[in-house]
C-alpha cells in the first residue's frame, strides 16, 4: 500500500483525478439545470472519434513532410483531436436539434452509438493497416491509469484551475442564465456569452475525462455529483460547492482502489465510488433521503 | 449450409430488424432513456450469466441480460418516487452503476479463464464469432446458434406488437383517452423494456451492448422523418435497418473492418442525412418553405399598412418611411414595393402608390385566416 | 431621410411610455403578431386580453426585448428596446419558470437588484434591503428562508413580482400574473399595481380572466394576432368588439355588462 502511493505516476494520477473531479462536479451542476448532461456522452463519443481521425491525419502528415511532423509528439495530435472532435460533435448537434420531430435526448443517444460506431470502424481500419495505436482499446473506453503525460497534467491543472475560478466569478449571473433566460434578458446580460462560456468549458473538460475516465463513464463524473449533492441542499451554492468536493474525493479515493487492486481501470472504480455515495446520500441525507426523512422529521 | 456471407449478413439483419421493432414505439412515446439503460444495464446480467457458461447466445446470457435491464428501469423508477429527480439523470447513475459492476464481473471472473474470446467482444460485438458457434441436429449442421436466438426474439418481438398493437396506438397518440379507458401505462412500459431488454440480450453478441442503442433508436429516429402513422413507421424502420445492415456490411467485409461498427456508421449517416433533407420534415426544406412564407408575409405586412393606416403615400417618399417604421432595409422594402406593382397588387396614380382591388382581397382574405375564430 | 411617421419629439410630448409601430412577430412563417400599433400613456394600467395564442405573451415579450420583431419598432420612452435599460421590469409567466431550481425565495427575490451590478459584483446589504422591502410588500417575508419550489401557485406568482420591484423600473411587463392564483395573492397583487399606478408607473399586464377587468384596469387592448381595439375599459368592452377576439355570444357579454355596472355601483 504504501509503495504504490509513492509512485510518482500514482501521485500524477491522484492529483489529476481530484482535480477533474473538482471542476467537472461544479460544471456538472450547472449543466444538470440547462438539462444537457446527456451531451456529455455525445461529446466524449465525438472527441474519441476526433482522436482516432487525427491519429490518421498524423500518419498522413508524416508521410507527405516526414522532416515537420516528426518533430510533434503524439500526444500533441491526440489531445487537439480530442478538443476538435468534441467540438466538431457540439456544433452537429446544434444543427440536429433544430428539428422538432425529435426530442433531443433521443438524438444525443443515438449520436453516442453512431459516434461509437465510427470509432470502432476507425480501430479496426488502423489495425488491419498496420498502424499501432499506443495501446489497447479498452484506454479510450474505460480510462487508464497511466494515460496522462506530464505536460497533460499540468495543463489539466491549469484548466480545472480556471473553470473553478470562473464558475466562482461569475457564479451569481450563471445562476439567473441558467434559472431562467427571459430574466436573464431583461436584465441585459449577454446570455450568448454565458452559454458560449459553458461550452467552451464543457469542451475542455470533457477532452480530459475521456483519457481519465473513459467514453463511457465521462458522463459520470459530471452527472452523479451534482445529483447527489442536490440529495444533500436546497441552495446553489452549496449544491456546487458539494458536488466539487464529491467529486474531488470520489476521484482521489477511484485511483487509490484502482491502484491497491490493480485489475480495475480508473472510470470503473471512480464510478463505482460515485454510485457508493449516491446510495448512501440517499439513505441517509437529511432533506430527501429515506432514513434521513424519518430521522429529520422524528427530531421535530 | 449457406455460404459465411449469407449467414452473417442474415443474423446482423435480423437482430437490426429485431431492435427495430421496439425502437419504432420507443421513439413515438418519449420513452427515451429506456434504450440507453436496458443495453447498459444489461451489461451486469450478461457478465453474469458468462460465469456459468462461457457460450454468449446461451438461453441463461438472454434471460439474466432482460432480468437485468428491467431491474435497471424498476430502480429508476424507485429512486424517482423517493426523489422526484428527472429520470433521465437517476438513469444515468444506474445504468452507469450496473455497466461497472458488470465489467467488473466480466473481466475478473467470466469465462472461466478457459475461453479464447477477447473481453471487448461484449461491449463491441463481433459479428463473425456468431458463426462459430454452430446447431447440430443429429449430425447436421443446421445454421448457427446466434440466429435461432435472434429468430426467436423476434417471433417473440412481432407476436407482443400484434397482439398489442392497439394499446400501443392508442397511448401514441392520445394519454388522455388512454387514461379515461383505464388503460394502465405501466403495463406499456413493462412490455417495451421487456421487448428492448429481450432483443438487447440477444443481439449484443453482433454489434456490442453500446452500439445496439443505434439499432434500436436509429431506424426508427430515421424514419420518423418520411412518415406519421405508427404502422408505416414499423416498417419503414425495418427496411431503413435491413438496407443499414446490408450496405454496412457489403462496405466492412471486403475492407476487413468492424461490420457492426460500420453498419452503426451507415445507420448514422442515413439519420443525418434524413434530418437535414428529408422530403417533408427535413431541416433545409422547413428553412426554405419558412423563406417563401417570409416572402409572403413580407408582403402582406406592406399591403396591410397601405390597406389600413393613412401614411404619407408619395411614390417619391413611401419606400423610406416604409423602411423606418418597419426597421427594414430601404432596398428590401423597394424590391417587395415593386414587386407589388409587377403584379398589379399595389398602383401608381398621380404620384402616389395606392393599393388595388385586388390587393385589398388578398390582405382581407389573408387576415380572415389568421384570426382562429372566423 | 425623411422622417414623419414617427418623429421622436412627437412621442415625448405625448408622454407615451411605450410605442409599438408596425410590430410583426412571425414564428416559422406563421405571424404570432401582424402590424399592431399601440401607444401605452404614461402611468395607467393597461390589460391586454385575447384567446390563447393570439399573441399576447409575444407582444409582451417584444416590449420587454426579449423577442426580435420581424418588421417594426418598439420605443421605450422613445428610445429603442435595447438601450432602455433599468426602464423596464418583465415578470415571465409562472409555467416558464423552472421551479425546481435550488434557490431560496429571497434569492429570487435578489436577482432583481442584478442589473445595477457590474459584471462580477455580488448584491450589497443596500441591495438587500430594498429585495427585502418588495418581499415585505408582496407578504412574504415570512417564507424568505423557503425554497422556491415549496410556495403555493399565488406565492410564485407574488415571489416573481417581488422580483419586479426590486428593479424599480419606469414600465412593468407582467405575463399573466394572476392565473389560477388564490384570492388573498389576487388581492396583493392588485394592492400592487394600484400602489404602482399611483406611483406614476406604467403597467401592463396580459391577462385572462375578463370578468373582473373593470375593476382592476383603466386600459384595454383587444388582442388576436391583429391588435382590435384599445382604449378606455368602458369603450372597449362592447359586444361588438368581444366578438371580434373571442368569436363568442352576446349573452356573455350581457353578463359582463351586468358585473361591470354591479362593481360601479360597489364603488360608489
Not at chain 2, 432513456?33 to 438461453?59: E, V
Not at chain 2, 389600413?308 to 423597394?334: G, H, M, P, Y
Request: with cysteine.
Amino acid at each position: 500500500m504504501i509503495e504504490i502511493s509513492d509512485t510518482f505516476i500514482f501521485n500524477t494520477m491522484l492529483k489529476s483525478a481530484s482535480f477533474l473531479g473538482l471542476s467537472s462536479g461544479m460544471l456538472g451542476v450547472i449543466l444538470s439545470y440547462q438539462r444537457r448532461s446527456i451531451e456529455i456522452n455525445a461529446l466524449a463519443a465525438g472527441s474519441f472519434v476526433g482522436i482516432l481521425v487525427f491519429y490518421l491525419l498524423a500518419g498522413v502528415g508524416v508521410y507527405i513532410s516526414p522532416y515537420i511532423f516528426e518533430q510533434i509528439d503524439k500526444y500533441v495530435f491526440s489531445f487537439i483531436g480530442s478538443i476538435v472532435g468534441a467540438l466538431f460533435m457540439i456544433v452537429l448537434l446544434h444543427i440536429l436539434y433544430k428539428t422538432d420531430r425529435l426530442h433531443m435526448h433521443i438524438i444525443q443517444s443515438l449520436m453516442t452509438a453512431v459516434m461509437l460506431g465510427v470509432g470502432i470502424t476507425l480501430i479496426t481500419y488502423i489495425r488491419h493497416t498496420g498502424g499501432s495505436l499506443d495501446s489497447g482499446i479498452d484506454i479510450y473506453l474505460f480510462g487508464e491509469k497511466t494515460s496522462l503525460t506530464s505536460e497533460e497534467f499540468v495543463f489539466l491543472r491549469v484548466i480545472a484551475t480556471a473553470i473553478v475560478v470562473i464558475l466562482l466569478l461569475y457564479f451569481s449571473r450563471l445562476k439567473i442564465v441558467v434559472f431562467n433566460k427571459d430574466i436573464a434578458l431583461t436584465t441585459h446580460f449577454h446570455t450568448s456569452f454565458y452559454y458560449f462560456l459553458v461550452n467552451i468549458m464543457v469542451i475542455c473538460l470533457v477532452a480530459f475525462s475521456i483519457k481519465i475516465m473513459g467514453v463511457f463513464l465521462s458522463v459520470s463524473i459530471f452527472l452523479i455529483p451534482a445529483v447527489t449533492a442536490r440529495l444533500w441542499s436546497n441552495r446553489l451554492f452549496i449544491i456546487m460547492i458539494t458536488a466539487g468536493l464529491i467529486g474531488a474525493v470520489s476521484g482521489a479515493l477511484g485511483t487509490t482502489v484502482s491502484g491497491l487492486l490493480g485489475n480495475i481501470t480508473l472510470g470503473i472504480s471512480i464510478t463505482l465510488i460515485l454510485a457508493v455515495i449516491f446510495i448512501i446520500s440517499l439513505i441517509i441525507s437529511p432533506y430527501k433521503g429515506i432514513l434521513g426523512k424519518k430521522l429529520y422529521s422524528g427530531g421535530k | 449450409m449457406f455460404s459465411m456471407e449469407f449467414e452473417l449478413v442474415l443474423v446482423i439483419t435480423l437482430s437490426a430488424v429485431t431492435c427495430s421493432i421496439p425502437g419504432a414505439f420507443l421513439v413515438m412515446r418519449k420513452n427515451y432513456y429506456a434504450a440507453d439503460t436496458s443495453t447498459r444495464s444489461a451489461m451486469f446480467g450478461i457478465s453474469i450469466a458468462l460465469i456459468f457458461s462461457a457460450f454468449l447466445s446461451s438461453p441463461l446470457v438472454i434471460i439474466f441480460g432482460s432480468l437485468t435491464a428491467i431491474l435497471g428501469m424498476f430502480l429508476i423508477k424507485k429512486i424517482k418516487g423517493i426523489t422526484h429527480f428527472r429520470s433521465k439523470g437517476i438513469s444515468i447513475i444506474v445504468s452507469s452503476t450496473l455497466l461497472c459492476l458488470g465489467i467488473l464481473i466480466a473481466t475478473n471472473f467470466s469465462f472461466n479463464k478457459s475461453s479464447e474470446f477477447d473481453l471487448s467482444i461484449i461491449y463491441l460485438g463481433e459479428t463473425a464469432f456468431t458463426y462459430f458457434n454452430r446447431v447440430r441436429i443429429a449430425g447436421v449442421d443446421i445454421g448457427s446458434y446466434a440466429f435461432y436466438s435472434i429468430l426467436l426474439v423476434m417471433i417473440i418481438n412481432i407476436v407482443i406488437v400484434t397482439v398489442f398493437y392497439k394499446e400501443f396506438k392508442i397511448d401514441g397518440v392520445d394519454k388522455n383517452y388512454a387514461a379515461s379507458i383505464q388503460m394502465k401505462e405501466e403495463t406499456i412500459d413493462l412490455l417495451l423494456v421487456v421487448m428492448t431488454a429481450l432483443s438487447v440480450s440477444v443481439s449484443f453478441q453482433t454489434a456490442g451492448i453500446f452500439m445496439t442503442t443505434a439499432f434500436i433508436l436509429g431506424p426508427a429516429a430515421a424514419a420518423l422523418f418520411y412518415t406519421k402513422r405508427l404502422s408505416t413507421l414499423a416498417f419503414v424502420s425495418v427496411f431503413i435497418s435491413s438496407i443499414a445492415c446490408l450496405v454496412g456490411f457489403s462496405i466492412a467485409w471486403p475492407n476487413y473492418v468492424s461490420i457492426s461498427g460500420s453498419i452503426v456508421s451507415f445507420i448514422g449517416i442515413l439519420f443525418i442525412l434524413s434530418v437535414l433533407c428529408a422530403p417533408e420534415e427535413g431541416i433545409i426544406k422547413k428553412y426554405f418553405d419558412y423563406l417563401a412564407e417570409q416572402k409572403k408575409l413580407d408582403e402582406y405586412i406592406i399591403l396591410d399598412i397601405l390597406n389600413t393606416q393613412s401614411i404619407d403615400n408619395s411614390s417619391s417618399s413611401i419606400n423610406e418611411i416604409l423602411a423606418v417604421s418597419l426597421n427594414w432595409k430601404v432596398l428590401r422594402v423597394s424590391y417587395i414595393v415593386n414587386k407589388l406593382k409587377a403584379e398589379k397588387k399595389l398602383e401608381d396614380i398621380n404620384g402616389k402608390v395606392i393599393i388595388t382591388d385586388e390587393g385589398k382581397n388578398i390582405v382581407e382574405h389573408f387576415m380572415k385566416t389568421q384570426n382562429c375564430f372566423h | 431621410m425623411i422622417r414623419t411617421y414617427s418623429s421622436q419629439e412627437h412621442i415625448e410630448q405625448l408622454n407615451i411610455a411605450v410605442k409599438v409601430e408596425n410590430v410583426t412577430v412571425e414564428y416559422k412563417g406563421k405571424p404570432n403578431l401582424f402590424n399592431v400599433n399601440m401607444e401605452v400613456p404614461c402611468g395607467v394600467l393597461l390589460a391586454v386580453l385575447g384567446p390563447n395564442n393570439s399573441g399576447k405573451t409575444t407582444l409582451l415579450k417584444t416590449m420587454a426585448g426579449i423577442e426580435k420583431p420581424t418588421a417594426g419598432n418598439v420605443y421605450i420612452y422613445s428610445k429603442p428596446t435595447h438601450a432602455a435599460k433599468n426602464d423596464l421590469a418583465y415578470v415571465p409567466e409562472r409555467n416558464m419558470v423552472n421551479w425546481d431550481f435550488p434557490i431560496s425565495l429571497f434569492d429570487l427575490v435578489l436577482m432583481g437588484s442584478y442589473n445595477r451590478l457590474r459584471r462580477v459584483e455580488h448584491p450589497k446589504k443596500k441591495d438587500k434591503v430594498i429585495a427585502w422591502e418588495a418581499l415585505e410588500r408582496v407578504g412574504l417575508e415570512k417564507l424568505a428562508k423557503k425554497s422556491i419550489c415549496d410556495l403555493s401557485r399565488g406565492e410564485k406568482h407574488r415571489a416573481l413580482i417581488a422580483r419586479a420591484l426590486v428593479q424599480d423600473a419606469r414600465i412593468y411587463v407582467m405575463d399573466d400574473p394572476m392565473v389560477a392564483a388564490d384570492e388573498e395573492s389576487i388581492n396583493i397583487i392588485v394592492e400592487v399595481l394600484q400602489e404602482l399606478r399611483a406611483k406614476k408607473k406604467t403597467v401592463i399586464v396580459s391577462h385572462h380572466e375578463f370578468v373582473t377587468i373593470p375593476r382592476y384596469f383603466d386600459m384595454v387592448a383587444l388582442l388576436n394576432v391583429k391588435l382590435l381595439g384599445m382604449g378606455k375599459t368602458e369603450d372597449i368592452l362592447t359586444e361588438e368588439n368581444f366578438e371580434k377576439t373571442y368569436g363568442m355570444s352576446a349573452g356573455m357579454i350581457k353578463n359582463i355588462r351586468l358585473y361591470m355596472d354591479e362593481s360601479h355601483d360597489r364603488n360608489k
